[in-house]
């Protein structure tokens, strides 16, 4: 499956090009590289100050405080930056924004973990979904404890961001709405960063999400606890009852009570440690339904604290390095193709960088060509004359990010 991501790390694909280039070129094409990500980092600095101050008034994990007297920025205002500021720097990223449908699908589809995983949508004010990277992969299914094994394809994002608004306080204290302890702040903004996530999982990302059983656990669970328990009724509650009756009836003399005799005593006894019996067969076969909702719990914790990668803030950070990474990438390609093999259209160019992924690299990706292209003449690395694209050299391309760089830098 093609997609704008390049999978593949910025110095390796400038190494690549480097490979094929005449030996005066190199050199020349190296310090553009160096030049281009000097340029991009620049500007994707000012992109992470943009995105501190939008999530500043946001921040659940602030450790700092507005001074005394600084106007207070409208909430509403900070949230519609920060997922504006946002969007943009996933789209840089190459992040596509999941579905309706694909989550949906993610909903109704058999979780990995052989539970039965549920989430409230109507929780979230606001509910962003983006991903990258899908991928296949084999995995290995265990039944009937372990004794069959089979194996089956499953898709999977390389990463996946969530971006979230919950709902206010007064939406949780509704009349009719179960109460429960929340894991979360009403009103809060959350964002997450994670990896390998199967597409079928989608709702193990989010905050409210919660383990049921499926029907399969519940037949496992309560058909041998419903077989037990008809075996201690058998051995315990039918004495229980003889000896109960037959005590009853001896107690009542002419109309009257009788105190009960040494014997009697005795088998009452025996009742009643029959009737702890069955409480106790009781008590065991409600803690195994518990400890199997935990245990369901802690799989999918687990699976979620080694799938976390970073969380609120710290997620600008990462996204904003891997936006970075993919500018200069398609900036580098689109610049060391046009000057190697000369002016070309733009769906010449595309389909020649594709076709060398395919053949240098084998992998299949939908480069944005546009994209590149856009960049290059923003710079002024390229222009398009007559429908056709070409580019500076690489020594004269040197010179003008030079120059680039002697403006952004004064």
Known sequence: MSEHFLPFRRQDLVAACLAELEAGQAEDFRRGCALLQQVFHHEFHQRLEALKDAFAPLDPNADTRPLPGAPARERAAAVADLWRHLGALLERANYDRVSGDELNRALTSQSLFEVRLHTQLDDFAELHLFARGRRTRPVTLRRWFGLRRRTITVEYYERAVIALRFQDQAWFEQPGRAKRVLPF??????????????????????????????????????????????????????????????????????????????????????????????????????????????????????????????????????????????????????????????????????????????????????????????????????????????????????????????????
């Open 185 to 410: 702040q009403p009103g809060a903004i959350s964002l997450k960063l994670f990896e390998n996530v199967p597409a079928a999982d989608l709702e193990m990302l989010f905050p409210n999400t919660e383990v049921r059983m499926r029907p399969i656990d519940h037949a496992t669970l309560w058909v041998p606890a419903l077989l037990g328990g008809i075996g201690v009724a058998l051995k315990a509650g039918l004495p229980l009852l003889a000896v109960g009756a037959l005590i009853w009836s001896r107690m009542q003399h002419d109309g009257g009570w009788r105190p009960l005799e040494t014997a009697e005593k005795a088998a009452l006894g025996i009742a009643a440690g029959a009737a702890v019996t069955i409480g106790m067969f009781a008590v065991r076969q409600y803690g195994r339904f518990k400890n199997k909702k935990i245990e369901f719990m802690k799989a999918l914790t687990e699976s979620l604290y080694f799938k976390n990668l970073d969380n609120n803030a710290g997620v600008f950070h990462r996204l904003l390095d891997e936006a970075e990474e993919e500018e200069v990438k398609e900036a580098v390609l689109g610049w060391c193709f046009l000057v190697r093999h000369g002016p070309a259209t733009q769906a010449q160019l595309d389909a020649a960088i594709e076709g060398w992924f395919r053949t240098r690299c084998g992998a299949a990706v939908d480069f944005e060509v546009d994209d590149a292209l856009a960049k290059l003449a923003r710079l002024g690395l390229a222009q398009e004359v007559d429908g056709r694209w070409q580019a500076l050299g690489f020594a004269p391309g040197v010179e003008r990010l030079r120059q680039v760089w002697q403006e952004l830098a004064g």
